[in-house]
């Protein structure tokens, strides 16, 4: 069954750094998003792209962060500057169509801001 | 409040009984997903039920899905101690224009050898 990777599982980085976090969604989906889930707390949204841009994002997606699909296959979630509370488990999902389909989601990359 | 919220928050019983959890939700939806998570670690997808699906099984799961009550339950059979995890139900959000899930806060479960 085909499913979205994300790579790495666990990266750790020093404040103020700049984090990539990547991953690989279903090859023929066209909507991909990005959620945070802060230890402890709910799995929250925090961007959604189509059509290599921006269709949703919420509060928490300022502009310390951005997205990009850089080659065709991969999607990446870029944090400029990271901070403390950036900690958090970050998970990547993709799907084929807008309304009546269904998220597939990665297993997630462990962020731990030092 | 929120879409996607689990109960009990938290659940305690010994390993062999079964265990119930359950999910509500706000808007109507086309399907709904469970989802386990081991403490620190990432996602494990359970099981997919779409609207036109009242119960799906896999394995010592059973997932029911009631869209007039808005409503869904997720039951383990038989626990075991490796099924000591927080389970989460997460579902497509009709307010948002790409439809982002919705999680709940999820429900601790925790199986006592």
């Known amino acids: 069954e085909p499913e979205v990777t994300q790579t790495p599982s666990h990266q750790v980085t020093q404040m103020g750094q700049e984090v990539i976090l990547r991953c690989v969604p279903i090859s023929n989906h066209l909507y991909f998003y990005w959620y945070r889930q802060i230890l402890g707390q709910k799995v929250e949204f925090l961007v959604s792209?189509?059509?290599?841009?921006?269709?949703?994002k919420s509060e928490i997606f300022d502009d310390q962060f951005s997205v990009e699909r850089p080659d065709g296959s991969n999607f990446t979630l870029k944090i400029r500057s990271t901070k403390l509370e950036d900690s958090a488990m970050y998970f990547c999902a993709s799907k084929y169509a807008v309304a009546n389909d269904i998220q597939y989601f990665g297993a997630g990359t462990r962020l731990s801001v030092l | 409040s929120q879409q996607g919220e689990e109960d009990p928050q938290a659940l305690s019983i010994q390993e062999g009984e079964n265990a119930t959890m359950n999910c509500s939700y706000k808007?109507?939806?086309?399907?709904l997903q469970w989802y386990r998570q081991n403490s620190g670690r990432g996602l494990v997808h359970l099981i997919l039920?779409?609207?036109?699906?009242r119960e799906k099984h896999s394995g010592r799961l059973r997932v029911t899905l009631d869209t007039s009550k808005k409503s869904s339950s997720l039951l383990i059979t038989a626990s075991r101690a490796a099924d000591t995890a927080s389970y989460f139900c997460?579902?497509?959000?009709?307010?948002?224009?790409?439809?982002?899930?919705?999680f709940g806060t999820g429900t601790r479960l925790k199986v006592l050898a």
């Open positions: 039920i779409r609207s036109n699906e």
């Open positions: 997460a579902t497509p959000s009709r307010s948002s224009g790409t439809y982002k899930y919705i």
């Open positions: 808007t109507s939806i086309n399907n």
């Open positions: 792209f189509y059509n290599n841009e921006i269709s949703e």
